[in-house]
């Protein structure tokens, strides 16, 4: 689409996949959907981005089945990873390793953590607790020694992606209805008892 087809991308599957997730902003898009956002709105208060740009992604992430489009609750819409979508966890997860090896001095921006038993994960995603390959929704991030608070939005979307959470689970913006936010904080609720329960 994007990308000049040549022969020699013709029988690469990473050309083919650059078409999708290659161009400026995609990933980030999805990143953003890793870590909870669902709604146009946080998209564009997150990442800065031209809203014209934002709808365009969007609209070819949907386009090629790597986020669903649905209508919410309370009257709006939400994007969401698919099972196709969440197979590129792996993706993000490690050009994030790739970054802070290369380009974070003081360690890693995000630690990755098992949010049953607090391992932390390898770069491989492997719980160093109790050895299992931890699946995306168990995976909590929190910032690591390589954070920088300066260097983020104060916005309440930054500010949930900032505070250790698992992937996947919604953040719930004030715009959202009070319905909403309750469901939420159950969620919280329970994952926080998963978390204290003992490992192994
Ligand atoms: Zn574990």
Not at 106 to 114: E, Q
Not at 121 to 132: F, I, P, T, V
Not at 136 to 161: K, M, N
């Amino acid at each position: 689409m994007t990308l000049p087809s040549t022969y020699a991308d013709r029988n690469c599957s990473l050309a083919r996949a650059l078409e999708v997730v290659g161009e400026r902003w995609t990933l980030l898009i999805v990143r953003d959907a890793f870590f909870g956002v669902r709604r146009f709105g946080d998209f564009a208060t997150q990442l800065k981005i031209p809203r014209a740009v934002l709808a365009d992604r969007l609209k070819s992430l949907v386009r090629e089945g790597v986020l669903t489009r649905d209508d919410d609750a309370a009257g709006g819409v939400e994007y969401r990873l698919t099972a196709k979508g969440v197979e590129l966890w792996p993706v993000v997860r490690a050009l994030m390793h790739w970054g802070d090896a290369f380009y974070s001095p003081s360690g890693v921006r995000r630690a990755a953590r098992h949010d049953r038993d607090g391992g932390l994960l390898d770069h491989e995603g492997r719980c160093q607790e109790c050895g299992a390959a931890v699946p995306v929704p168990e995976i909590r991030l929190e910032p690591g020694p390589g954070f920088d608070p300066e260097g983020t939005g104060h916005d309440p979307v930054s500010t949930a992606i900032n505070t250790p959470r698992r992937l996947l689970e919604p953040i719930v913006t004030p715009r959202t209805s009070s319905a909403r936010g309750r469901e939420a904080g159950t969620r919280r609720a329970a994952g926080t008892r998963r978390a204290a329960e003992p490992a192994g």
